[in-house]
């Protein structure tokens, strides 16, 4: 679909510069991945299972969650610096992008996203940057 995009764009005269990419995932960031999955974990199993009772899905799994959380999976779930390594892996496989947004709200609590948000600014963003121009 990006080189769709880039392409179609190309065609209508945008520099590819001009041609912005984001991407958009589950995820939370913990201290470390122990803390982020144990955290994370519990909220996203219970409102998956529930919408795939709508949309007819298994109910979620560990196994499931956590092939979904593995290095070339698609969920963003660790501590600072694994999380930084899959934006930029995400970001070398898609031929650069420009922004990263979490879905993070699987039933955390108010101090659990701030938490969470802390060590995105604090920690994630300069190692994505420091690391690799998005």
Do not use: C
């Not at 679909?1 to 764009?9: L, P, Q």
């Not at 092939?67 to 899959?86: I, L, R, T, Y």
């Not at 031929?95 to 938490?115: C, K, V, Y």
């Not at 948000?117 to 420091?130: A, D, S």
Request: net charge negative.
């Amino acid at each position: 679909m990006i080189d769709a995009y880039r392409k179609a764009g190309a065609e209508a005269g945008h520099s590819p510069e001009t041609l912005k990419v984001g991407i958009h995932s589950l995820g939370y960031v913990g201290k470390t991945e122990d803390i982020a999955i144990d955290t994370y974990y519990p909220g996203y199993a219970k409102m998956f299972t529930e919408i795939g009772k709508e949309r007819g899905w298994p109910p979620v799994t560990k196994d499931r969650f956590d092939a979904q959380n593995s290095h070339f999976g698609s969920m963003v779930v660790g501590n600072p610096a694994d999380v930084a390594e899959k934006i930029i892996r995400h970001s070398e496989a898609l031929g650069g992008i420009s922004r990263f947004t979490f879905q993070m709200d699987a039933g955390m609590n108010h101090q659990q996203l701030m938490s969470a948000i802390e060590l995105i600014g604090k920690e994630v963003i300069p190692l994505v940057n420091n690391t690799h121009s998005i």
